[in-house]
């Protein structure tokens, strides 16, 4: 995830935030949680009105837009921003959701709506087509969020992490576990591989339990490879994270790996938890595939 929007100019909250991405990827949600931020919040405005609208603002304004949007053309939209960027100093970000194909197609069988890139076309084709036409403003986005793995409030947190009170606020680091068979969080600025530590999942006894309890963490923090790395892992981020903060990120991703996200990447990031509170920063934690390999009943 790219979080570098830029800063207002002389402390200013004024600022603007255009919205886009693929069809189903949450533009709607993105847009409440802006919402709920304290942006003025306006959806699929015809690109034509874009300057006019910016200009009359005042406060912190959030534009959705996407291929529905009447006269959409994205190298046209981006020639708008740079002129509105160059006319009015104030700093305009785009916030581009992604998502992998099978779960959009997923999401679009499960309401039965044809796909906005043509109602005529199949919904995988419809999704590729709506990629080719996005392109251009993805490589221009600020901060890229990939929902594949997200829920609604997952949402609602990256965007209240990067744009409530970005100016006045320390730098929000939010650390993820996951596993490798499940994919590496793509939102990720830094990842971790703990795939090295002996694996509790082969200890007929810690299989089913999880980096939380005490059990799996006794049977990690025997491993002798694991302080050594974990002192090496505080001594890189420690300068690290004033650095990024210092570099205008307000809010920095950090995932640890596993090969299930189960059992070893979670008590990492659990002890990385524990680090950051000693520190007093400002952070929030997810063990985003802790259950992911146990059915409902399981959980």
């Keep these: 995830m790219k979080n570098t929007v830029p800063k207002p100019e002389g402390g200013s909250m004024r600022r603007v935030v255009l919205v886009t991405g693929l069809s189903g990827a949450g533009k709607s949600s993105a847009l409440r949680a802006l919402e709920d931020t304290g942006f003025e919040t306006v959806d699929n405005l015809p690109q034509a009105l874009i300057s006019a609208v910016v200009t009359a603002g005042h406060g912190p304004m959030a534009i959705g837009i996407d ?8 190298a046209g939209l981006i020639e708008t921003l740079d002129q509105l960027r160059e006319n009015t100093k104030l700093p305009i970000g785009i916030v581009f959701l992604d998502c992998d194909t099978e779960i959009l197609v997923r999401r ?17 084709v419809g ?25 609604s409030a ?15 606020r320390p730098m ?10 499940y994919g590496v969080p793509r939102d990720a600025d830094l990842v971790f591989d703990v795939r090295f530590l002996k694996n509790p999942h082969y200890v007929p006894e810690l299989k089913s339990h999880t980096g939380l309890e005490s059990e799996v963490a006794d049977f990690i923090t025997r491993d002798p490879a694991l302080e050594p790395f974990l ?14 903060e210092n570099e205008g990120k307000s809010y920095l991703t950090i995932a640890v790996g596993c090969t299930g996200g189960q059992h070893r990447s979670v008590y990492v990031v659990e002890r990385l938890k524990a680090w950051l509170a000693r520190k007093g920063a400002t952070f929030s934690v997810r063990h985003r595939d802790i259950y992911a390999s146990r059915t409902p009943s399981d959980v």
């Design 67 to 74: 291929v529905r949007t009447r006269d959409f053309d994205a």
């Design 108 to 124: 679009f069988s499960e309401t039965r709506r044809p796909h906005p890139a043509g109602e005529d076309l199949p919904v995988p």
């Design 127 to 151: 999704i590729e087509t709506e990629r080719r036409l996005l392109g251009p403003l993805r490589e221009q986005a600020e901060l890229l969020v990939d929902t594949s793995r997200m829920t």
């Design 154 to 168: 997952d949402l609602k947190r990256v965007l209240t992490g990067q744009f409530s009170g970005a100016m006045t």
């Design 172 to 181: 929000r680091v939010f650390l993820t576990s996951f596993g490798y068979k």
């Design 231 to 244: 002192e090496r892992l505080v001594q890189l981020l420690d300068p690290l994270l004033p650095l990024y």
